[in-house]
């Protein structure tokens, strides 16, 4: 059973960094595409990043890109989510989604195509 478990979460101040980092298994982890979304209170889930199986590919929310990386260990069965320059309007919870697929297109940012998903990580970004 694939199982995938967020970390990294916290309370921050504007402007400082965050890492969230996901953990699989039970899955042939380079198998799958790997995504980020997030759900703010009151507010639908949505898309923050995507990663194809090799890490060769990477795709952003125009809310967060130039500011959020997503990168991937296969060794580690590990995907991660770097955030700088946290802004109020990041305050959500962070969720990790695996979609079984080698192929890599804009299907990626959409929540239900994908296979499983973590519980989630609280970011709450506050003076």
């Known amino acids: 059973q694939v199982q995938l478990v967020e970390s990294g979460g916290g309370l921050v101040q504007p402007g400082v960094s965050l890492r969230l980092s996901c953990a699989a298994s039970g899955c042939t982890f380079n198998s799958y595409a790997m995504g980020w979304f997030r759900q703010a209170p009151g507010k639908e889930r949505e898309f923050v990043a995507a990663?194809?199986?090799?890490?060769?590919?990477?795709m952003y929310a125009d809310s967060v890109k130039g500011r959020f990386t997503i990168s991937r260990d296969n060794a580690k069965n590990t995907v991660t989510l770097r955030l700088n320059s946290l802004k109020p309007e990041d305050t959500a919870d962070y969720y990790c989604a695996a979609k079984g697929a080698t192929w890599f297109t804009s299907a990626l940012r959409s929540w239900y195509g994908y296979d499983y998903w973590g519980r989630g990580t609280q970011v709450t970004v506050s003076s």
């Open positions: 990663i194809n199986w090799s890490g060769g590919n990477t």
